[in-house]
């Protein structure tokens, strides 16, 4: 219910807001779009609307002996489902954390016998309530991009896949109904800020960046926040990568509109790390301080950090691994750690983007007229000009950044406009285009350091796997 009262309070001030800057909210609103962190999932009574268990967050890893076991039952093991759903079997996904809850909550397991469980990411929880609820006829739904990271949805038909519901024995009665990212899907209940509203947008945060930052095919973006999520767009062609990526929905803007696809790496931890620095070693105490620390010195002394706390995501896919920080002599300072933080991140992007390059191909690249390879990134850590410009170095190519970095919202906004009229997908791209006030990182680092850092960096992400069974006494 805390997440209900939270987007009450959101709604409430983002008017107040607007009202404040001398928009007239009361007749000049034409719709409203929802953005929403993705693989969390929930799981509540149809005839009484109130939540069965607290919500399970996406990097919530208590699933993981569910995954072990579906590994080894399922004859494909970790890559079972990946033909359809472009996901591996993992305690990122929303499935395995519907089966915890039914295996582990008797609400939820009777719930589901009786046929009175309805699950849901966010996006499926906030619009039931938001179009009125148990008491006012709310509507089950879901969107394409948020399916898509249930490990349920076929990527090719965009519908439930029976076959796989039926392995993992979740009833489809359960399931929301699967919409596009843009169109009208309801109006505002009363009880609510704004009732009689359209809403008419509906994309999982990490999408809605993408359309944000407006990215056709070839194009890539990275959102930097608690963890960091690069996707690259693939068209209307699904790509199974072959290097630890997945693939996922990009955007459907409409119901009769193309899919576009994407290949996704997803890592865990990223700014998380920077607050890991504040909250529980003390060494900053704002997030904002880490630039001018780890400024200090000109590099990390040889720290490599790798922050696999709840083990690590894309590309290497290891829940063993734990967190490491080698190459401390007594040299070593909290700057030095600082920076080994920031560089951390880096790092991480770059192996998801090197996997891209492999899986796409210089095909599936957009290119500019020096035949650069340029990184969209967005998210709040974005502020950060030293991190973006190790970004460049590591990368060795350039970084965009937009004037406004909170382009997951911008996306959910095109997409509601989009679905009542106010733009076309045209002007949407030409949005893009027309951006101005970008700042560009370009790399400075010597290609020979570059090679031996990553080198090193690799040999550090080694040292992280098979820990998760360390004494913990």
Known sequence: MEILESVKVCLAKAIDKATANGYNVDGGLKAIGLTNQRETTLVWSKSTGCPLYNAIVWMDVRTSSICRKLEQELPGGRTHFVEICGLPISTYFSAVKLLWLKENVDAVKEALQKGDALFGTVDTWLLWNLTGGVDGGGLHVTDVSNASRTMLMNLKTLDWHKPTLDTLGIPAESLPKIISNSEVIGEIAKGWPIPGVPISGCLGDQHAAMLGQACRKGEAKSTYGTGAFILLNTGEEVIHSEHGLLSTLAFKLGPDAPTNYALEGSIAIAGAAVQWLRDSLGIISSASEIEDLASSVESTGGIYFVPAFNGLFAPWWRDDARGVCIGITRFTNKSHIARAVLESMCFQVKDVLDSMHKDAGEKGEVKNEKGEFLLRVDGGATVN????????????????????????????????????????????????????????????????VRKRKVDSWCKAVSRTFDLADLCLL
Do not use: C, H
């Open 385 to 448: 000009n030293l991190l973006m410009q190790i970004q460049a170095d590591l990368l060795g190519n350039p970084v965009v950044r937009p004037a406004d970095i909170e382009t997951t919202a911008l996306g959910a906004a095109y997409a509601a406009g989009l679905a009542v009229g106010i733009w076309t997908e045209k002007d949407i791209f030409s949005f893009g285009e027309r951006a101005e006030n970008v700042t560009i990182f370009r790399p400075k680092l010597d290609e020979g």
